[in-house]
């Protein structure tokens, strides 16, 4: 689909009065999870501050639109639905009236915005810089659903008329050790699951293939993931289609992440139990409340932390 010239239509990108100021952001240059992320974090950042969410603006570091092989404007199309990459991706970039370094910042400055003003938020990844405001401020039960929504008409692998647990499990892009939790970090979170769902459908996915012109070979194979088959876990390895995986991940009774920017998307959109890796890199206080500590969970065995499930 080509991007057309006006403000993004979408519904998920409308959810103030049709006046109202309009929110950019930039296109990040790495992984497509990180990239799909800065994206939803500007719909909440919109929302929180009575605006609309404008579009995405391609950056001058943009280095590829295939990132770990995967065409980012299909992973958008996937996710939002059907030609959303038409409506997010502006042909043109607007004249903004302003811009601002950080979410502090537009706060700050936002009672100001005249009508229909275009605003631009290259990076909205601080939206969580004051813990005294609700998360749900920003993520709001109106902008969840409309997130999920496109996520419904996806096929899901789990069995039917059972408890759904999915499992992010982050290994093809990194080496062994860097940002990588062990096998045993999750084996143990699903034997917790277990304990309260003794029948529940454990279904994992993982990659061993990665995209990157410095590498020489894999960092992982099938091999690799013989723990999980072992504990009864379905394994599912380089999926092509990355919006359904993330459609399995949303739509689970219980998800449980990686330390991973693709884990966090569908994190957002779920309305079931999400088991996120404590305070990690790519948290840093952006878990939404009523999720449960993976870390604790993982090192005590502790039933009752999954009250929240």
């Not at 939790?181 to 143990?188: A, E, I, Q, S």
């Not at 091999?223 to 599912?236: L, T, W």
Request: charged content about 20%.
């Amino acid at each position: 689909p080509s991007a057309h010239d006006g403000p993004c239509r979408l519904h998920v990108c409308m959810l103030h009065g049709s006046s109202s100021p309009l929110l950019y952001v930039d296109e990040y240059s790495d992984g497509s999870g990180h990239r799909l992320t800065n994206i939803i974090q500007g719909m909440a950042v919109a929302v929180k501050n009575r605006m609309n969410f404008g579009g995405v603006v391609q950056s001058a570091r943009l280095k590829t639109a295939r990132p770990h092989g995967h065409e980012f404007r299909a992973v958008v199309d996937g996710f939002f639905g059907p030609s959303a990459s038409a409506n997010l991706f502006p042909k043109r970039t607007p004249e903004f009236t302003a811009q601002f370094k950080n979410v502090r910042a537009l706060e700050l400055e936002r009672d100001g915005f005249p009508e229909l003003a275009m605003v631009y938020l290259p990076d909205a990844n601080e939206w969580s810089y004051n813990e005294s405001v609700p998360k749900a401020a920003y993520y709001t039960a109106e902008l969840r659903t409309a997130l999920l929504g496109p996520l419904l008409r996806y096929p899901l692998r789990f069995s039917v008329g059972r408890l759904t647990v999915a499992v992010h499990v982050r290994r093809g892009d990194v080496k062994k050790g860097w940002m990588v939790y062990p096998d045993v970090y999750y084996l143990n979170i699903v034997a917790a699951i277990r304990k309260r769902w003794p029948h529940a459908d454990v279904h994992a996915w993982s990659s061993t293939k990665v995209f990157k012109n410095d590498k020489k070979g894999k960092y992982w194979k099938k091999s690799h993931f013989d723990k999980f088959h072992n504990a009864s876990i379905a394994v599912h390895l380089d999926d092509n289609d990355l919006s359904e995986v993330m459609a399995n991940f949303a739509r689970a009774d219980a998800f449980v992440m990686s330390a991973s920017f693709f884990s966090y998307a569908p994190a957002i959109a779920s309305r079931g139990c999400v088991i996120y890796p404590g305070n990690d890199v790519n948290n840093h206080g952006r878990a939404l409340d009523g999720w449960c500590d993976g870390k604790r969970i993982s090192a005590t065995g502790d039933v009752e932390a999954l009250s929240a499930c």
